[in-house]
């Protein structure tokens, strides 16, 4: 049997997690959601992840630190990672470039377009499955 791609996400925004996740689910995903880089970290070592979907502006711990201490575990050198953020403007776009990131998707988003971009780093997922 094949397993189900994983993916942890990373929103402090309540609301936005809750929908993310559901879509996510819905589309026969593996979601772990979390609302602080924190969580994230500490659950990193529990999960076997396919991607990591993070918003940028996060309490405590922002996005691009968090990025930044997942990819100091060779480990996770690899693993896809999609920027989520509210930031449209050139510097911030820029950056989340800079990282390397798989991908990064500006606020407000279409979810038909986030869902697309989360396929496409998970080429294991089948549609439909």
Do not use: C, H, W
């Not at 953020?85 to 989340?96: L, R, S």
């Amino acid at each position: 049997m094949k397993k189900v791609p994983a993916i942890l996400l990373v929103e402090d925004e309540a609301q936005q997690r809750e929908v993310l996740t559901m879509l996510l689910e819905m589309e026969g995903l593996n979601v772990v959601s979390v609302e602080s880089a924190e969580e994230g970290l500490r659950q990193l070592s529990l999960l076997d992840l396919d991607m990591i979907v993070t918003d940028v502006k996060l309490t405590g711990i922002d996005g691009f630190s968090f990025f930044s201490k997942v990819r100091e575990d060779p480990k996770y050198k690899s693993l896809p990672f999609i920027f989520i953020t509210g930031y449209n403007d050139p510097k911030a776009i820029e950056t989340v470039e800079a990282f390397n990131a798989a991908a990064y998707v500006t606020k407000p988003y279409n979810l038909e377009e986030l869902l697309k971009t989360v396929k496409k780093y998970l080429p294991s997922t089948e549609p439909g499955s």
